[in-house]
Every structure is written in structure tokens, then in C-alpha cells.
């Protein structure tokens, strides 16, 4: 097994011959074993939209009922919204994503979506999808008897007018069955460019570089 493997210089995505390791503990593998593993997983990287786009489009069929629109309804609708606002591209697939987590994550659906984000968009957007839960609370929570100023401990971010202006403009405004929003099919490229970029560029993330939702 591990001669064949060391034999195999390259994985392609779609390459359709079966090489497995041969080990049942990973702390067994060899070098070679790991080789192979890592360019399957190069091409398994590559495919990361596919999957998210996967679970979007499960949106349209697992939602939560009594809403107006669809799961997948109201993230078109947000992202349409950001798009025409003329918003960059890290806002665009971000707002896209930002409710992910509702099926995988419904009780911190705001941070897993974040982490699928943080890798590959600029660190204002993440911040801003990683706490979207708790500024959005402004404008139901109190009919639960809950604090409605929880976003108020976040005062001090430089992020912060950033998360109210996206979730008045972007969020809770998009949950209207007569906005017409752009098929899931005009963001995929877009999903597909973002999660191709190199994880982690600081050229990408800019890390504590605020711009608020024009750039
Ligand atoms: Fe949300
Ligand atoms: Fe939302």
C-alpha cells in the first residue's frame, strides 16, 4: 500500500482511482499515507461552495415555519439587498451565508456562520455575521420579556454602527414575500470566487479595518 502510494505524484479533483491508506490509527500513518491525504483534501477544498451552496438550497425545503418567505427566501433577499446597495463582495456571499447555521446551528447559528466565513472575508464582515444575532434582538426582544439592548455591551467596537446598519438595512428588513429577490443561481460564482481565495490572507481580512457596508 504505501509503495503505491509514495508511486502516485498527484490527486486531481474528479481523479476517480481508489487509493486508500492503510491505516486504522492515524498516530500509524506514514509520510507517504499523509502525502496522499493532503491532495485529496486540496481537492476536497475546492469543492467547499459546492457544499455550502448544497445547504442553501435545503433552505428552501427545511425551514421554519410561520414566516412569510423560505429560509433560502430570506437570504436571497438579503443578499439582493446588499448587491444593490452596490456592497462588495465579502458583504454580498456574506449576507448570503449569514443564516447558514439555522439548520446545522439553530442556537448559535450567527458564529457558526461566522467560522465558515472567517478564513476568506474581511474580519468586519465576519464580526458582523458573528454577532448579528444579538444586535438583531433590538427589534423583537422585548415581546419575549428578553434584553433588547444586548448589543449594547458592543458599544466600544469599531464594528459596531457596522452590525446596526446591516441588520436594519439587510436583515430584518427581508422577510417580505413581494421583494423580488435574485435566484440562488446569480450568487454562486460569487460563493465560488470567495471561498477559492488563499485562508487567512491578511490581504483578504484586513483585520480591524473598518468601512462599514459600502466597500
Ligand atoms: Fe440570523
Ligand atoms: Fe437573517
Not at 481537492?43 to 415555519?65: N, S
Not at 439592548?149 to 458599544?155: A, D, M, P
Not at 467596537?157 to 435574485?182: G, H, I, K, L, M
Amino acid at each position: 500500500m504505501t509503495e503505491a502510494i509514495a508511486a502516485q505524484d498527484s490527486v486531481e479533483p474528479g481523479d476517480t482511482e481508489d487509493r486508500t491508506v492503510s491505516f486504522t490509527q492515524m498516530k500509524d500513518g506514514t509520510r507517504e499515507e499523509y502525502l496522499l491525504l493532503q491532495r485529496y483534501e486540496a481537492a476536497h477544498h475546492t469543492d467547499t461552495a459546492e457544499r455550502l451552496l448544497r445547504e442553501m438550497r435545503l433552505q428552501a425545503e427545511e425551514t421554519i415555519p410561520g414566516y412569510q418567505i423560505t429560509r433560502l427566501e430570506h437570504a436571497l433577499q438579503s443578499a439582493t439587498r446588499a448587491h444593490r446597495e452596490g456592497a462588495g463582495l465579502d458583504w454580498v456571499v456574506a449576507t448570503l451565508l449569514h443564516d447558514i447555521g439555522d439548520g446545522l446551528a439553530p442556537q448559535n447559528h450567527d458564529r457558526f456562520a461566522a467560522e465558515i466565513l472567517r478564513p476568506f472575508v474581511r474580519d468586519e464582515v465576519t464580526w458582523v455575521v458573528e454577532r448579528h444575532g444579538a444586535f438583531q434582538m433590538v427589534y423583537y426582544a422585548h415581546h419575549y420579556g428578553w434584553d433588547q439592548y444586548e448589543r449594547e455591551k458592543y458599544r466600544d467596537n469599531p464594528y459596531y454602527q457596522t452590525c446596526v446598519d446591516f441588520c436594519e438595512r439587510w436583515d430584518q428588513s427581508s422577510f417580505d414575500p413581494a421583494y423580488e429577490s435574485e435566484p440562488l443561481a446569480f450568487f454562486e460564482p460569487m460563493v465560488r470566487e470567495v471561498f477559492l481565495r488563499k485562508a487567512y490572507d491578511e490581504a483578504v481580512l484586513q483585520t480591524g479595518v473598518v468601512k462599514g457596508l459600502a466597500a
